[in-house]
């Protein structure tokens, strides 16, 4: 079950409608449950018994309020920048459960996460080794660090989420990882903890997961003849979800699997790093169709929600799943491109739809919860959407609409005489 379902002919978020919150704070709007966010982040938790542990990736969805939510079922983070780090601390997360992700960290970055106390930098290139061994060096700090290794497998999926194949620009590639460990294990102000890899996002098989793991355990166990002792493998996130709702990963079976493997290891804390997983399916955009046109050949639903508020349709051709909020309007209609109004032929949001709709008419986009809000932008000047959490009857807005005063502040006319 699902907690973002139709409820006699209308779209509910758990209990409340959603012609009722588009009401209440307009359209494009961000709607998650928090039902949904935290069934999610137990099912995980379920299959993934202590001491291994859980870092939501936090480029996935991150405002606050859901940072806190996931803080307070225990989760440890992923971040990937400082500004990300400090949501989480924001958020009343525990920087000792963080993991600092992300292939071009700056000095900056490095001493402030040092300077918080951060749970485990995960290194991304032998040139980062010596900067953190550096900013480690001059703050007396010691460096808790992994190297992400790239265990070079095909994920099988959009090449602009693929991150573990030799090609891309992540991780230290296993055949030069050995040299890279052992200089990080004979650094004086480098504790090392770990390795990890991420293998990309949205992958909808096991094998690929499986497959990396078993280079990861070689490599723990190559570590170990050399006299490198790990206390933990993180296997990054990209569990796939089911937009389309025909096919789905098994997680429970890859989850499973790993374990397996690891209980000839039982010295290593296994991580993961879930992002999409725990807050896809728990958010909507919803949107209001603004005009009808029909051309010979086209019929357009013209709607207020662009690629600035929701980007993935246009950037990599995602299918997501777009309903209008009254439910006997989804009833096999005519085909209706569903299109944004930022002026790029590019800006939809879904070609080719069932829809009887008319000017006036509210739509939902379905599994917006991750990669939605955080990949938004102004461009042509367009405010950010509202977010709001349902939890069971009452709503709650946990980020404002933006306004044209937000969106200008900091820049400057110049000065004229
Ligand atoms: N860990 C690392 C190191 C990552 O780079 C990512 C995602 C994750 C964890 C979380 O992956 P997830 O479980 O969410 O798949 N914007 C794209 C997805 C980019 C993912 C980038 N890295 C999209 O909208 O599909």
Redesign the pocket.
């Known amino acids: 079950m699902n907690y973002i379902d139709f409820k006699q002919g209308q779209l509910h978020v758990e209990q409340v409608p959603a012609s009722q919150l588009a009401e209440q704070y307009g359209t494009p709007l961000y709607v998650y449950s928090k039902s949904q966010i935290i069934k999610n982040w137990q099912l995980f938790k379920q299959h993934w018994p202590k001491p291994h542990r859980l870092c939501y990736?936090v480029?996935?969805n991150s405002n606050l309020a859901i940072l806190q939510l996931l803080a307070e079922q225990g989760a440890g983070f992923?971040i990937?920048s400082a500004g990300e780090l400090k949501r989480v601390l924001k958020a009343g997360g525990d920087p000792a459960s963080v993991v600092f992700?992300?292939v071009a960290k700056s000095e900056d970055e490095l001493r402030f996460a040092l300077q918080q106390g951060i749970g485990c930098i995960?290194v991304e290139s032998a040139a980062e080794l010596e900067r953190i061994q550096q900013v480690a060096a001059e703050l007396s700090q010691s460096a808790p660090v992994s190297l992400?290794v790239n265990p070079d497998v095909d994920a099988k999926t959009?090449p602009?989420?693929a991150?573990g194949m030799k090609a891309n620009k992540?991780g230290i590639a296993m055949a030069d990882a050995m040299p890279i460990f052992k200089r990080a294990a004979a650094l004086p102000n480098i504790n090392l903890l770990g390795a990890?890899c991420?293998i990309?996002?949205?992958?909808m098989s096991s094998e690929p997961f499986l497959d990396a793991a078993k280079r990861m355990f070689k490599l723990v166990e190559e570590l170990a003849s050399e006299g490198i002792k790990l206390s933990h493998l993180d296997l990054?996130?990209?569990?796939?979800i089911s937009y389309e709702e025909t096919d789905r990963l098994d997680l429970e079976n890859y989850l499973k699997g790993v374990l397996e493997l690891a209980n000839n290891y039982p010295e290593l804390t296994l991580m993961l790093?879930?992002?999409?997983?725990i807050v896809a399916d728990a958010g909507i955009l919803i949107t209001r169709v603004e005009y009808i046109k029909a051309t010979d050949d086209k019929r357009f639903a013209l709607i207020d929600a662009g690629m600035n508020d929701l980007?993935?349709p246009s950037?990599?051709q995602?299918w997501h799943d777009i309903v209008a909020v009254q439910e006997t309007q989804n009833a096999r209609g005519q085909l209706v491109d569903v299109v944004g109004p930022v002026c790029e032929t590019g800006c939809f949001l879904g070609h080719a739809r069932h829809l009887t709709v008319k000017s006036g008419d509210l739509l939902a986009v379905k599994h917006a919860g991750?990669?939605g809000f955080t990949?938004s932008s102004n461009y042509n000047t367009r405010a950010k959407p509202a977010e709001v959490l349902i939890d069971q009857g009452s709503s709650y807005i946990i980020r404002e609409r933006e306004t044209f005063d937000d969106m200008v502040r900091g820049e400057r006319l110049l000065k004229r005489t």
């Open positions: 990736a480029k996935a992923d990937v992700s992300g995960n992400r959009h602009y989420i991150t992540f990890d991420h990309g996002s949205q992958i990054g996130g990209g569990f796939g790093e879930p992002g999409r997983a980007l993935r950037l990599y995602a991750a990669y990949m």
